[in-house]
């Protein structure tokens, strides 16, 4: 039974900083490529950032580039999200997720969490 579980979440003005984690049950965590996920009220589930399995390549959407950092720790199958400089507009819940690689990890990952809120007040 995979489980994906996230905390980190909350409210935060705008320029705050926000860590989420996620910590997962997989057996076999460092093969997985691992990411994350938001989806704001009334709109779809959106790309955010993506790792390989050992932390040497990672990839994220244009709209937190050089805002948000994805990271990983392998001996203690968690993956974390830091967010820097946050705006209303991200104001989202944000999903962990993961997959046998990064291109199935960005697109369609067989794996999710339940989801975080992360609340940016202006």
């Known amino acids: 039974q995979v489980q994906l579980v996230e905390s980190g979440g909350g409210l935060v003005q705008a320029g705050g900083s926000l860590r989420l984690s996620c910590a997962a049950s997989?057996?076999?965590?460092?093969?997985?490529?691992m990411g994350w996920f938001r989806q704001a009220p009334g709109k779809e589930r959106e790309f955010v950032a993506a790792i390989n399995w050992n932390g040497g390549s990672t990839y994220y959407a244009d709209s937190v580039k050089g805002r948000f950092t994805i990271s990983r720790d392998n001996a203690k199958n968690t993956v974390y999200l830091q967010m820097n400089r946050l705006k209303p507009e991200d104001t989202a819940v944000y999903y962990c997720a993961a997959g046998p690689q990064m291109r199935v990890v960005t697109t369609t990952p067989p794996y999710w969490g339940q989801g975080t809120q992360v609340t940016v007040s202006s």
């Open positions: 997989l057996r076999t965590f460092s093969s997985y490529a």
